[in-house]
């Protein structure tokens, strides 16, 4: 089965400290991952995926196939990073599985 | 061009009454989606569109829905005889197609409430 699974609701961390959002998915072919966010009153983005392996507003996150696991970092957490976030799956070029979501909470 | 739009933003209905939702995707975009979200979850795949054809279906999206996009621009999602599951966010995406379609931007959605 195709599955995203993101095992936190809710993650509150301080300003400054590090910040690990948690993604594992099952798929059986070569997966192609996203982490979208929604930030309060605006819509669903992008915020980057794994083919890129870029670094967007300080985040990163590596695909790791032998753990299933595709986790969202960043070393010093904002109070502007407070946001949604969904780790999704793209499967044969079309549509999107999405995690439930968990949300980031950085308090002063 | 101002994004994805969707139409209405909210609707409150009563049970058994029949809705319909429009979408209007970024121009050049000639792939459309229709997710539904509801509360505590992620957006759960509905249906796509590439151009005007509708490719595929989501076994979540029953016999009471139906979605069209008769010439490959707008897109309507309809639901008959609606009942209080269907309460949810109804929210449509769109995207280039092929090597470039990797990105699906988002429209603000449509907050459906069945009473």
């Known amino acids: 089965a195709q599955r995203v699974t993101q095992p936190e609701k809710l993650l509150s961390v301080f300003k400054g400290a590090p910040v690990e959002l948690k993604c594992n998915y099952s798929?059986?072919?070569?997966?192609?991952l996203f982490w979208y966010v929604q930030y309060s009153r605006q819509r669903l983005q992008l915020l980057l995926r794994?083919?890129s392996r870029e670094s967007i507003k300080g985040f990163t996150a590596d695909l790791n196939k032998g753990e299933t696991s595709f986790h969202l970092k960043k070393p010093f957490a904002q109070e502007e990073d407070s946001a949604m976030y969904y780790c999704?799956?793209?499967?044969?070029?079309?549509?999107?599985?999405f995690g439930k979501g968990t949300t980031l909470s950085v308090s002063s | 061009d101002t994004g994805v739009s969707q139409d209405p933003r909210h609707k409150i209905t009563k049970r058994g009454q029949n809705v319909t939702f429009r979408c209007d995707p970024i121009?050049?975009?000639?792939?459309l989606y229709w997710y539904r979200q509801t509360l505590g979850q992620g957006p759960e795949f509905l249906t796509y569109?590439?151009?005007?054809?509708?490719?595929?279906k989501s076994r979540l999206l029953s016999d009471r829905f139906s979605a069209e996009r008769p010439k490959g621009s707008f897109s309507t999602l309809e639901i008959q005889r609606t009942e209080q599951g269907d309460s949810a966010m109804y929210l449509c995406?769109?995207?280039?197609?092929?090597?470039?379609?990797?990105?699906?931007?988002f429209g603000p959605g449509t907050r459906l409430t069945v009473t």
């Open positions: 995406a769109s995207s280039l197609g092929g090597d470039r379609g990797y990105e699906q931007y």
């Open positions: 798929y059986s072919g070569s997966p192609e």
């Open positions: 794994h083919i």
């Open positions: 999704a799956l793209r499967r044969a070029g079309t549509a999107l599985i």
């Open positions: 121009s050049e975009h000639n792939r």
């Open positions: 569109f590439q151009n005007e054809a509708q490719l595929e």
